[in-house]
């Protein structure tokens, strides 16, 4: 799948994963209201399919409703990695006890499925996996099978993650 944050975001929502509210705007003035609906501080996201926003300057903290304007109206247009932004994504911002990384990844040679996972967080996981390779595993999930909470509990276990990361990686596939 190649979503942007929103829609993945959308669909954890859907599935009873908790997020912080959002929404998403094409416009400057869209995200004012946006930031207003929202409690007027919120961190303002592009949406672009590309990594590496944050470094960028593509994801921003807004104190108010005026702030998140103008930090949408610097982000709109802005070119990250050959993407254009056209949407911002304006969302509650939380405070966080600590940060994991988890994706699933087809692996076309061996005709599965990987957990790729580490314990150190995702906004620099190539750097991760290039310095400390040993702190980012891959476990292979067989595709008829999926995730069950058994092999949740082997990729939480393996990735040295919390362990009720366990049902919400089951969640996620």
Same mark, same amino acid.
């Given at each position: 799948?190649? +979503?942007?944050?929103?829609?993945?975001? &959308? =669909?954890?929502? &859907?599935?009873?994963? %908790?997020?912080?509210?959002?929404?998403?705007?094409?416009?400057?003035?869209?995200?004012?209201?946006?930031?207003?609906? =929202?409690?007027?501080?919120?961190?303002?996201?592009?949406?672009?399919?590309?990594?590496?926003?944050?470094?960028?300057?593509?994801?921003? +903290?807004?104190?108010?409703? @005026?702030?998140?304007? #103008?930090?949408?109206?610097?982000?709109?247009?802005?070119?990250?990695? !050959?993407?254009? /932004?056209?949407?911002?994504? =304006?969302?509650?911002?939380?405070?966080?006890?600590?940060?994991?990384? /988890?994706?699933?990844? =087809?692996?076309?040679?061996?005709?599965?499925? %990987?957990? *790729? @996972?580490?314990?150190?967080?995702?906004?620099? *996981?190539?750097?991760? $996996?290039?310095?400390?390779?040993?702190?980012? /595993?891959?476990?292979?999930?067989?595709? $008829?099978?999926? /995730?069950?909470?058994?092999? @949740? @509990?082997? *990729?939480?276990?393996?990735?040295? +993650?919390? &362990?009720? $990361?366990?049902?919400? %990686?089951? !969640? #996620?596939?």
């Amino acid at each position: 799948m190649d +979503l942007y944050e929103h829609q993945a975001r &959308e =669909l954890f929502e &859907e599935y009873g994963i %908790l997020v912080p509210r959002a929404e998403v705007a094409d416009t400057a003035k869209e995200a004012r209201a946006c930031a207003e609906r =929202l409690g007027g501080r919120v961190v303002v996201k592009a949406q672009v399919k590309t990594g590496g926003r944050g470094k960028a300057g593509g994801v921003k +903290l807004a104190a108010d409703p @005026a702030a998140a304007e #103008l930090t949408a109206r610097q982000m709109l247009g802005m070119d990250i990695k !050959g993407h254009t /932004v056209r949407t911002v994504m =304006l969302a509650e911002p939380i405070s966080t006890e600590s940060e994991f990384y /988890v994706s699933y990844a =087809l692996d076309r040679s061996a005709g599965r499925f %990987l957990a *790729i @996972a580490s314990a150190e967080g995702g906004m620099d *996981i190539e750097e991760v $996996a290039a310095t400390r390779p040993e702190a980012v /595993v891959r476990v292979p999930v067989d595709p $008829a099978v999926g /995730v069950t909470r058994a092999k @949740a @509990a082997e *990729i939480a276990a393996a990735a040295r +993650l919390p &362990e009720e $990361a366990a049902a919400t %990686l089951a !969640g #996620l596939w």
